[in-house]
Antibody, heavy 119, light 110 residues
Framework: EVQLLESGGGLVKPGGSLRLSCAAS????????MNWVRQAPGKGLEWVSS????????QYGHSVKGRFTISRDNARNLLFLQMNSLRAEDTALYYC????????????WGQGTMVAVSS | QTVVTQEPSVSVSPGGTVTLTCDLR?????????PSWYQQTPGQAPRTLIY???IRSSGVPDRFSGSMLGDKAALTIAGAQADDESNYYC??????????FGGGTKLTVL
C-alpha cells in the first residue's frame, strides 16, 4: 500500500527541539520530492519545507527558516524534520506530503504527527 | 510575503452549484502558479482534488472542476452534497520548491 506515516511528535518546552520522521512505503521514495506541511489547531494549512529527491534543493517557509532542517534518507525511505528553538506558535499537526506533477502539487499525504510547544 | 486569499466561508444548498476562488493579495493568479485544490474534513488529512488549474485527481467526481476566472483560480462544485461540507484549500506553486497555501474556505451545505 502506498502510504506515508509520520512519527516523533510530542510535548516540548519553548526553546526545545524535536525530530519528526515520515516513513514512506509502497512507492519509490528516492524519486520524489517531499514536503512538510503543518496545521495549527483550528487553523489552516501552512507549507513548512521542501526537499528534492536527491536532497540537492531545499526550501523553508519564512516562519521556520533558520530553526528547522529538512533531510531524507533514501536508503531507508525516511523523511525528517529537525525542529530547534521551538516556539508556542509551532504547535501544530505536521503532515508529510509527496510532490507530483513536475513538482507542482501534493498527491499523497500522511495522517500527521502532533507537536505541542508549551511550558 | 506572498498572501493567497480565499473566501473564509461559503454556503450552498444541496444540489446547488458553488464556486470558490483563490486570489493573490498583490498580483494575479495565472496557470503558471499551477493552482491546486485540497479538501479537508475535520480530523482528516487533506485530499487532493484538482491540480494544474483544472486536472482532477484520481477518483475525484467530475462535479468538482477547476478553472481560471479572470485573474483568480476557481473551484466549482456542482450538485453539492452533504458530504461536500469541508474546508477547501487553494495552493499556489511559486517555483523553486516553494508553495503558498490560501487561508481556506469553509463550505457549508444547507
Amino acid at each position: 500500500e502506498v502510504q506515508l506515516l509520520e512519527s516523533g511528535g510530542g510535548l516540548v518546552k519553548p526553546g526545545g527541539s524535536l525530530r519528526l520522521s515520515c516513513a514512506a512505503s509502497g512507492f519509490t521514495f528516492s524519486t520524489y520530492s517531499m514536503n512538510w506541511v503543518r496545521q495549527a489547531p483550528g487553523k489552516g494549512l501552512e507549507w513548512v519545507s521542501s526537499i528534492t529527491s536527491s536532497s540537492r534543493d531545499i526550501q523553508y517557509g519564512h516562519s521556520v527558516k533558520g530553526r528547522f532542517t529538512i533531510s531524507r534518507d533514501n536508503a531507508r525511505n525516511l523523511l525528517f524534520l529537525q525542529m530547534n528553538s521551538l516556539r508556542a506558535e509551532d504547535t501544530a499537526l505536521y503532515y508529510c506530503a509527496r510532490v507530483m506533477g513536475k513538482g507542482t502539487y501534493f498527491d499523497l499525504w500522511g495522517q500527521g504527527t502532533m507537536v505541542a510547544v508549551s511550558s | 510575503q506572498t498572501v493567497v486569499t480565499q473566501e473564509p466561508s461559503v454556503s450552498v444548498s444541496p444540489g446547488g452549484t458553488v464556486t470558490l476562488t483563490c486570489d493573490l493579495r498583490s498580483g494575479s493568479v495565472s496557470t503558471t502558479y499551477y493552482p491546486s485544490w485540497y479538501q479537508q474534513t475535520p480530523g482528516q488529512a487533506p485530499r487532493t482534488l484538482i491540480y494544474s488549474t483544472n486536472i482532477r485527481s484520481s477518483g475525484v467526481p467530475d462535479r468538482f472542476s477547476g478553472s481560471m476566472l479572470g485573474d483568480k483560480a476557481a473551484l466549482t462544485i456542482a450538485g453539492a452534497q452533504a458530504d461536500d461540507e469541508s474546508n477547501y484549500y487553494c495552493v499556489l506553486y511559486m517555483g523553486s520548491g516553494i508553495w503558498v497555501f490560501g487561508g481556506g474556505t469553509k463550505l457549508t451545505v444547507l
